[in-house]
Structure formats: structure tokens, C-alpha cells
């Protein structure tokens, strides 16, 4: 008899000795988790995340060592009717004199009329470090407060970078831990009702949240080696929670599963970590090379993402293969208790004949179609999926502008105010130049007469009365000139002026310049630049984790078929998500449903993002419910009875699993900023289709069309013939001669 398989191995040392077991555990996780607050994170800079010639022009600015202080507007405005000069001019004087008080404020400026005199602008330079500004700003908005109460004819409001920056950190600092303090009751809430008994459903959230707390100490170790962007720790917790909660369902149902039919604690688990081990090892490894995908965009907060979540799934596998055996061992019989009743006699595994675990009714229901009419079947579901792709084909990506934000804080509907009364002060494009010192007379003067002619053309704003807004560093080699223009960061108008600078105006002012590096960057180069580097490294990302996907699921299956197979369902899975997307997002019919306005594109980093995260997770249930038909193969079945049985047998784990996911995610839905709506969105619709559509009804008819033919493979490839098991897996027997 051949040694057995690892996961057997491990399982049985740890339920032998699980005191041991879950001591290391916890010293493993403690290890990680103060190891990595030792060492400090390393964050990614401004140089690390430069991207296409806006990131060219951001690190030519940066060159400059330019002082660059935080600042401040207060902004003053008719409530009613038109704006009293007089009133504006008293008002603005107290502000000044109150601010010039305030601890913070380094120097306040000379009021600015609008052109329209419909308002009046009070500019404030603060001290310290621009950083922290945000920080900082609080004193300054309750002096601001105190002049408004003063003067109650006017509005008085305080706008400006790190205004605007403390109002969104409040509101999503407030998103983000309502969205943390409702995922964890929501998980466990779902899984009580699975598996009706409490200690059950603690099991998977414990071992989860020990996943990440592992993980994220790991990733604190890794980001010296790769950068660290504000995200990771939140996708850490996203797919940790999402990956922990899965394999340890896998594992806890089988387990059950086999006590069900009167196995000991031991053989339980032992079979347990032989058929849902493997599983999960299989499935974490999909998950880790997709994953992996995301290290070949060249892109520092892609490898970031990827490292973040390769360390989670790598430490939420061992920990099902170690510490979870060990539970379950210790807990015995106990892991069923504290029972809920009603719950406990929905959700308590049965067993039918044979000593099988009897089949609920719903799903040989739900599987008759595609078993007795599989091309049929296949044929009307897969149209269905493909015409819900089919938007996807006319999507559109774009970085989020300030037009995006939520409205709901005062600082953002002074913005608006704002950049209605003083158009400059919205977006604009950065010319950044950079030539040796002597050059600098004769850059200058290139830049002034770009400015005239941009001032000339209606897609860029109006020329400023002090001339245009040039600064050149200390040492006289780098210059910069902003270039205003009077839309929003995503209008196409905005896109048209950023093409007319690059194309026309840039090269024609400062190409016969000799020894000159130049570049135009900006909010709207940096949306434009991005979303051409998705586009670009969507395809070698996207045949890396098709290729290397195909080549483990080939090897693990024995089966060219089945890997193929694989691939095609979850492409069409994550093609439906991205039409869906696309449906709800780019057009305005769901506005009002999911509170948000739509910016008539996806945020520019999802499409890469949902990609390999759908396609990691996706492939977690296929390995699961394939497994399980080859169980069912390997007992003698015929195919079609196989396929029944994996479909049945597999249904209640990964239906709790899917609903687990799309709880969690569909939470991110309700977030205030654009591109963490469609990221819940995204995720619950594909999840949701990939549990339902794709494994209830596509996959049983692919399967069953297929016939033997799904497990073909070279003869070099052919496993050996497996030894049925003692206690072979009865069929469902509402479906036995289904075909």
C-alpha cells in the first residue's frame, strides 16, 4: 500500500496530538502578526505608482523639490439673489482677521473676485507638513463656522484639498467600519443558519479571521520587498474572510457528512482531509495563480494586491489542513452543539440509502433539465449568459474625478460652488518641463505662449488676469505650468483638451527645444494613462492565469476536458459580471436603486482586479463539485450518475459558501464612493451566478452532453486506476436513469 496523500498525513498528526496542533497555530499567528508590526510598513511612493506620461510628469515635478503647502479657500456666496460687494468685503476681512489667529495658518491671501462677481475667494497658505494637513484642518473649519454665525446673509464655507480630504476620511472611515462590524455578524448569521448549531458556524469564522490577522502581518514583512498601497489591508480582509469561511466549509460539511454515516472522529476526518483537503489545496492553488496574474501589470498596486492575497489563501490552506482537523477532533460530537432546533433538523446531515446522506429534494429538481435535456439545457442557459456579456463588449474605463465623490458633505457642495464661480480652480492639466538651468529663460517663455494659445482654444478655460500659473524650481530646471480647463475630469471635452496639449500645443511650444524632457500629466492624463495600461496588460494577464490555470487543472484532474471545461465556465462567469456591470453602472436606470450617479464608465482598476479575483474564487466551487463527481466515477458510477451525485452531494456546502460571499460583498454595494459600489456589485453578481446558472444547470449539462469523453486525456497523463472506496457514494435516486 502507497503512502498516503500529505493532506491525510497532516490531518491525522494534528487531530492525533490537536493541542499541539492549535499550539502552533496560535504561535504561528502571533509570530506573524507582531513579526510584521515589528518591522513597520513600507508604503509605496509617488515614484513606485507612476504610470504612462502622467506618472512621467508627476516624477519630473517631484525633481523639482518645489514647496508645496497645504491650502485652503474660504468661499463666499449669495444665499439669495446676487451677491452685496460691501457685505462680501466685511465678511472676508473677518475672515482674515480670525484666521490669521488660528494656530496652523501660515499666511492668509488678498480676496479674489469671480469674474461674474457673484462670489468672493479667500485664500489660506497652511504651515507643516501638506501630509498631515488633513489632519490638521479642523481648527481652521471651526474658525470658518464662528464667521459664519457672524454673518448669516452670507454663505461662508471653507474648501479645499485637505477639507476635502478630512470630510472623505470621515465619511469612509464611517463606511468602512460599518461595512467590518456587518460582515462579521452576517457571516456567522448565514453559516448558523447552515449548519444550525453555533460552535459550527464559529469554526470557519475563526479560522478565517486567524487567516488574516496572519496574513496581514506577513504582508507587513513583504511589503519591503513590494511596496504596500492603502488597499491591501482591506483586500486581505475581503479575500481572507472569503477563502477562510470556503475551505473551512468544505472541510466541517465532509466531516459531518462522514460521522453521519457512523464513522469514527479519526476516519471522519481522515476522509475528510482526502477528498475536501485535496479539494481545498487544489482550489487554494487556482486562487493563488490567478492571483499571481496580477505581478505582470507591472503595476505597484497590482503587486501589492497579489502578494497580499497569495499570503491569505497560502495560510488560510494551512490552517485547514492543520489546525482545523484539530478542532474538529477535539471538538468530537461537540462541534454540533450549542444546537438550534428548528435550524438543527433543517440543516443536520441525513442519511438515505446505502448510509448515504440523503439528498434534499430541491436540487434533483433543479438538475432534471440539464440531465435528461443537457444540449437543450446547455444551449438556452449559456445564450442567456452570453447576452448578459454582451455589454461588457461596449465598456468603458475611467478613474473616479471629484464629480464622483459623494455629495453628502458640506466640503464637496462647496467644491461645486467653488468651481462654478471660479473655473481655474477645477480640473486642470500639468505641463511639467524639465532642461537645464540656462534653459529656463527660454522654457519660460515656450510655456507663456502655450498658455496664450491654450487660452485662445474653448476647450481650455479663460486666461487668468495675473497671467499664466507657471512655476519654476529654485535651481531653475524644472518647470511647471497649469493649464485650466472649465469641465469635469471625465467629460469627453475634458479628454478632447488633455489629446489637444499632448498632440498639438505640448510638442509645437516646446519641441524645437534642445535638451528638454517634458511631459502632461494631471487628474484627467492620470485616468487616460491608467486605463490604457489596463487595456494593455489585461491580455498578458488575463493568457498567464488561462495557461498555467489549464496546466494544473489538467494535471490534478488527468483530464484535458475537464481543465478546458473549467476555463470556459468561468470566462463566461466573469463575462456575464462584467455585462451586468456594465448594464448597472454606465447607464443611470440604477441611480436612484443603489444611490450613487453614474460616471458613465467603470472604475479603471476593476476590470483587472475582478478578472482574477472571479476567476481565483469562481474556480474554488469548480474543484469542489468536480471532485466530487469523480468520486462518484471512481465507484463505478456512470457518468450521469456521477454527475447527479457531485452536483447533490456538493449543493448545500457550496450554496452556503455563495450566499456566505455574495452577504459580505453585497455590503461593499451600499459603500458611498463609486468604485467600491461596483466592486460589492461586481462580486455578489458574479459569485451569485457562478453558485446558481453555472454550477446547478451549465456545468451538469457540459458534463453530461459530454458523457465519458469528460475525462479524456493523453496516455502520459492517465492516472492510474483508483481502488473503488470501501463504502462507495449512492447516486441521487431520483436521478438514477435520468439519461
Known amino acids: ?131 498631515t494637513a488633513s489632519d490638521r484642518v479642523q481648527p481652521l473649519r471651526d474658525a470658518t463656522a464662528g464667521v459664519q454665525d457672524a454673518h448669516p446673509q452670507l454663505r461662508i464655507e471653507q474648501v479645499g484639498g485637505p477639507s476635502i480630504n478630512k470630510a472623505l476620511d470621515d465619511t469612509l472611515g464611517a463606511d468602512f467600519k460599518r461595512a467590518e462590524l456587518l460582515s462579521l455578524p452576517v457571516t456567522l448569521a448565514i453559516l448558523i443558519v447552515a449548519f444550525g448549531a453555533l460552535i459550527a458556524a464559529g469554526v470557519p469564522v475563526l479560522l478565517a479571521l486567524s487567516s488574516v490577522a496572519a496574513a496581514m502581518g506577513l504582508s507587513t514583512l513583504a511589503s519591503h520587498l513590494v511596496p504596500a498601497t492603502d488597499t491591501t489591508a482591506s483586500v486581505i480582509l475581503l479575500i481572507g474572510m ?199 529663460g527660454r522654457v519660460k517663455a515656450a510655456l507663456t505662449e502655450l498658455s496664450a494659445r491654450a487660452s485662445a482654444d474653448p476647450l481650455f478655460a479663460p486666461p487668468e488676469a495675473d497671467g499664466p500659473n507657471i512655476e519654476v524650481s529654485a535651481d531653475g530646471r524644472v518647470s511647471v505650468l497649469e493649464v485650466s480647463i472649465p469641465y469635469a475630469s471625465r467629460d469627453d471635452r475634458a479628454v478632447q483638451s488633455l489629446d489637444r496639449l499632448r498632440d498639438d500645443l505640448v510638442p509645437a511650444a516646446l519641441g524645437g527645444l534642445g535638451g528638454v524632457e517634458y511631459a502632461v500629466g494631471g487628474e484627467v492624463a492620470g485616468s487616460e494613462d491608467y486605463a490604457q495600461h489596463v487595456r494593455d496588460k489585461l491580455p498578458i494577464v488575463m493568457g498567464f492565469v488561462l495557461a498555467l490555470t489549464f496546466l494544473v487543472m489538467t494535471w490534478v484532474f488527468r483530464s484535458v476536458v475537464i481543465a478546458l471545461s473549467s476555463i470556459l465556465l468561468n470566462l463566461l462567469s466573469a463575462g456575464a459580471a462584467y455585462g451586468l456591470l456594465v448594464l448597472v453602472f454606465q447607464g443611470d436606470w440604477a441611480d436612484d436603486l443603489l444611490n450613487f450617479t453614474s460616471m458613465g464608465a467603470i472604475v479603471s482598476w476593476l476590470p483587472l482586479f475582478l478578472f482574477v479575483v472571479l476567476f481565483g474564487l469562481s474556480m474554488d466551487y469548480h474543484v469542489f463539485v468536480v471532485s466530487r463527481i469523480r468520486e462518484g466515477i471512481r465507484a463505478g458510477m456512470s457518468n450521469s450518475e456521477a454527475v447527479a451525485y457531485g452536483i447533490t452531494s456538493s449543493a448545500g456546502v457550496v450554496t452556503s459558501a455563495a450566499i456566505v460571499m455574495v452577504g459580505v460583498f453585497s455590503i461593499f454595494a451600499t459603500l458611498s464612493t463609486i468604485d467600491m459600489k461596483q466592486l460589492g456589485v461586481g462580486l455578489a453578481a458574479a459569485i451569485l451566478l457562478d453558485a446558481t446558472i453555472i454550477r446547478a444547470v451549465v456545468l451538469p449539462a457540459l458534463m453530461t452532453m459530454l458523457g465519458d469523453a469528460n475525462w479524456w486525456a493523453p496516455k502520459f497523463l492517465r492516472a492510474r486506476p483508483a481502488a473503488a472506496p470501501a463504502d462507495p457514494p449512492a447516486p441521487a435516486p431520483e436521478l438514477v436513469g435520468a439519461r
Open 1 to 131: 500500500m502507497g503512502a498516503r496523500p500529505v493532506t491525510v498525513r497532516l490531518a491525522r498528526w494534528s487531530a492525533e496530538h490537536p493541542w499541539r496542533a492549535i499550539a502552533l497555530w496560535v504561535v504561528f499567528v502571533a509570530v506573524c502578526f507582531v513579526g510584521g508590526n515589528a518591522a513597520g510598513l513600507n508604503e509605496a511612493t509617488d515614484s513606485d505608482q507612476a504610470i504612462g506620461e502622467s506618472g512621467r510628469a508627476g516624477l519630473i515635478v517631484s525633481s523639482g523639490n518645489f514647496a508645496d503647502p497645504a491650502e485652503e479657500n474660504i468661499l463666499i456666496t449669495p444665499r439669495t439673489g446676487t451677491l452685496d460687494p460691501a457685505a462680501a468685503k466685511v465678511a472676508a476681512d473677518d475672515a482674515a482677521a480670525t484666521l490669521r489667529s488660528v494656530e496652523g495658518v501660515a499666511s492668509v491671501g488678498t480676496p479674489i473676485p469671480a469674474r461674474d462677481s457673484g462670489a468672493l475667494l479667500l485664500p489660506i497658505t497652511m504651515s507643516g507638513d501638506p501630509e
Open 242 to 440: 472569503a477563502v477562510g469561511v470556503d475551505y473551512s466549509l468544505f472541510y466541517v460539511r465532509r466531516e459531518r457528512e462522514e460521522r453521519a454515516k457512523g464513522r469514527s472522529g479519526l476516519d471522519a476526518v481522515e476522509i475528510a482531509a482526502e477528498t475536501s483537503g485535496h479539494a481545498v489545496v487544489v482550489s487554494g492553488l487556482a486562487v493563488m495563480i490567478s492571483m499571481a496574474g496580477l505581478l505582470l501589470a507591472g503595476d505597484v498596486v497590482f503587486s501589492s494586491l497579489a502578494v497580499g492575497s497569495i499570503l491569505v489563501v497560502a495560510v488560510a490552506v494551512i490552517g485547514s489542513l492543520t489546525v482545523l482537523p484539530a478542532l474538529l477532533a477535539k471538538l468530537g460530537r461537540w462541534v454540533d452543539r450549542p444546537r438550534v432546533p428548528l435550524l438543527w433538523r433543517l440543516t443536520a446531515p441525513r442519511t438515505g440509502r446505502h448510509g448515504q446522506p440523503a439528498a434534499p429534494r430541491f436540487w434533483p429538481a433543479v438538475l432534471r433539465p440539464a440531465l435528461r435535456a443537457p444540449v437543450a439545457t446547455l444551449v438556452i442557459s449559456v445564450g442567456l449568459l452570453l447576452a448578459l456579456a454582451a455589454p461588457a463588449l461596449g465598456m468603458k474605463i475611467k478613474f473616479p474625478g471629484m464629480e464622483d465623490l459623494p455629495r453628502t458633505t458640506p466640503a464637496m457642495q462647496a467644491y461645486d460652488r467653488l468651481t462654478a464661480a471660479f473655473p481655474s480652480s477645477g480640473t486642470s492639466h500639468t505641463v511639467a518641463v524639465r532642461a537645464s538651468g540656462a534653459e529656463a
